[in-house]
């Protein structure tokens, strides 16, 4: 194994024998609330992938949050295929919703980030207030039902580690432009998202 390959964040799982991606394709980028999914979706905006309209600093769009109805989320699926050849959005827990969602996805490729179950449980104590035992439980649950779903649906998918994306951003969002199809990162583009990735900040 090189050492690119030891130090790169990006697992691909369920991918195509051809390798080749679809022109039109939808990215749902998944985790764990606190696990590092915002640090993905915003990698992935970076890259040029359209992610949602007026985001927020967690990149998670409202239109596909907390109070949709499946109804509501459905409309917007289609609308986005209208207007998106390439298009995505992310939401931790989107796993507990996509079902109902599957039928309306085009060719969906799904993007699931992984964190340090320790460091994340630390996170919803902090954030939520939460027992340590009670995020314990909510955060090994969530990651329970994202494998479950990965294994049903047995689409393009990518497994992402979240520490090992921070400690090479470059390699990572050069590797993760290249996975995802869109065009490879030029050294400004890079160093922008070096910066958006370094430590210090909420992702």
């Known amino acids: 194994m090189s050492k690119s390959e030891r130090q790169s964040a990006i697992v691909p799982l369920f991918q195509t024998g051809s390798g080749q991606l679809h022109p039109r394709r939808t990215y749902i980028c998944f985790g764990v609330a606190r696990g590092g999914t915002s640090a993905v979706a915003g990698t992935l905006q970076r890259l040029g992938v359209f992610m949602g309209e007026d985001l927020p600093n967690n990149y998670e769009d409202p239109r596909f949050g907390p109070g949709r109805s499946t109804a509501q989320m459905q409309a917007t699926i289609t609308a986005r295929n209208a207007a998106h050849m390439v ?27 992984f964190r340090d179950a320790a460091a994340t449980m630390k996170g919803h104590v ?78």
């Open 87 to 113: 298009w995505g959005w992310k939401f931790p827990a989107a796993a507990n919703y996509l079902e109902p969602l599957h039928d309306s996805l085009r060719n969906p490729y799904l993007v699931v980030v």
């Open 126 to 203: 902090r954030w939520h207030n939460r027992d340590i035992v009670h995020a314990a439980h909510e955060v090994l649950m969530q990651q329970q039902k994202n494998w479950y779903l990965l294994e049903r649906w047995r689409v393009p998918t990518l497994l992402i580690s979240y520490e090992k994306a921070l400690l090479s951003p470059r390699l990572f969002a050069t590797e993760l432009a290249q996975l995802t199809g869109m065009p490879p990162p030029d050294d400004q583009a890079l160093s922008g998202i070096e910066g958006f990735l370094a430590p210090g900040s909420y992702k």
